[in-house]
């Protein structure tokens, strides 16, 4: 699924009506036909329909037509007088009057009361104020109209976006209408994946509406939300002739006292998700107990360095930095390895900590660096507040991912994997997976695809669907999942992904 911005569907609207001469009232009766498609018009037989005077509002005074033709029991509500309707808007708004359909007005304190009236003894109330044009706080009788639907309704259907909403960072502009559903048209709007939206927005539903495909592809930026059958086309099947050697030397760096946890969840991911050989490089001290615990990996310490830079020159992916600790060792082993490595390398925890004022050396690398923060240390990071990169996290993502040319993976809902150029979205995964440790275990699975041949942006988005799908299943008969629960389930996600 595609994801776009207020401005690329503004420039989408314009080629098709302007250069392909699609009559702005064709997309409008297609958008409305699409909004019925998705009412369950078995169950529901009254309905409000609020209306503003753009576009959105066109698209309401249609879907009120469609319904009153089906002989529901249809309330139209106008937000202010008919001055300033847009033309398409007004063809349908003047078509329901040509009807003998009463389009009542809201302006004022009567109008409310009789409103609110409507309202309460409605089962629908299908919101059709505002699209995604509007990037201004709501104000006066608008402010007014959404309060009361709000309070007064019973389900809430909004029509391409909820008004008062803001399309492209996921915020409200003032008051919002609180949807049960959106219907949105073509692209999904990048507001969607923010937090929280999903009690603004509530159930999210994408119908085309007729734009031809070259016209989309040619505004389009390259943002996609992942789904199964992405990650099942790029899985790939082993040869029945393959030995451990055909699926990659794997060296996870991670681990220090009192943070053994981070190295074994980090290496047994790796293992699980099915590198040929995996090691474990840590400091001296904890190296006895994670030999101990380590059945299927290799263990090194930090202090036998000419193995170690051996090592580093043979892998095929290497993850750092999960449990290291924030200091000098952990600084110096880091810029070892991205000066030495000739393969991929996956940054994670502290081995991003102790960058943070050390940022051009991802600048002189001699190879592709996946970074895999959360949302505080890509504040740490780029120095913006963490309120700012949860509203921006796309544009956050992208802009470091360009500026210093690695592939960032801002982990959180709806993880964002970016090089700069394609923006993908993982939409799997949920909140029972809060605990600690489930970095450590996506750090090690994004290793081990590349270890065994995938492209890194391919292994960053592979590996974090299948962490998420993985939560959410185990979620389905567990109230919480750990990062061990994910190690375990791991091979047997993969084989259901490939059926």
Known sequence: MRVA?????????????????????????????????????????????????????????????????????????????EDGLSADCKINHDILKNMGVIIN????????????????????????????????????????????????????????????FDSDKGITLGNCIRADKTISFQLYKRGF????????????????????????????????????????DHLITRDKYAHKGDYGRVLVAAGSRGFTGAAYIAVQGAVRSGAGLVTLCCNKDIIEVLSSKLVEAMTMDFEDKEKVNKLIERCNAIAVGPGMGTNDSTYEIVMNIIQKAKCPLVIDADGINVLKDNLDVLKKKNNDIVLTPHVGEMSRITGFPIEYI???????????????????????????ITDGEITIINPTGNSSMASGGMGDCLTGMVASFIGQGYMPMEAACIGTYIHGYAGEKLSEKMFCVNASHIINSIPFVIKELQK
């Open 5 to 81: 911005t207020r401005q690329i569907m503004k420039n989408i609207d314009n080629y098709s009506i302007e250069t392909l001469k699609i009559p702005g009232v064709v997309l409008m009766e297609n958008a409305a036909i699409k909004v019925i498609k998705n009412i369950e018009l078995e169950k529901y037989n009254s309905f409000v329909v609020v209306c503003g005077k753009g576009n959105n509002g066109g698209d309401g005074f249609a879907v009120a037509r469609h319904l009153i033709v089906m002989g529901k029991n249809v309330e139209v509500f106008l937000v202010g007088t």
């Open 105 to 164: 007005r809201l302006s004022n304190v009567e109008d409310a009361n009789e409103f609110r009236e409507s309202l309460n003894r409605s089962e629908v109330t299908i919101d059709a104020i505002f699209g995604t044009g509007l990037s201004k706080n709501v104000e006066g009788e608008y402010d007014m109209v959404i309060s009361l639907i709000n309070e007064n309704s019973s389900y809430i259907i909004s029509i391409d976006v909820p008004s008062g």
């Open 193 to 232: 994946l923010n937090y929280g939206t999903d009690k603004i927005a509530g159930d999210v539903i994408v119908e085309d509406i007729g734009i031809p495909e070259f016209v989309v592809n040619k505004f389009h930026e390259n943002e996609f939300i992942m789904d199964r059958e992405m990650v099942k």
């Open 390 to 416: 949860q509203e921006n996290r796309i544009q956050v993502a992208k802009q470091f991912a360009k500026d210093y040319g690695v592939i960032v993976l801002l982990k959180g809902y709806n993880t964002i």
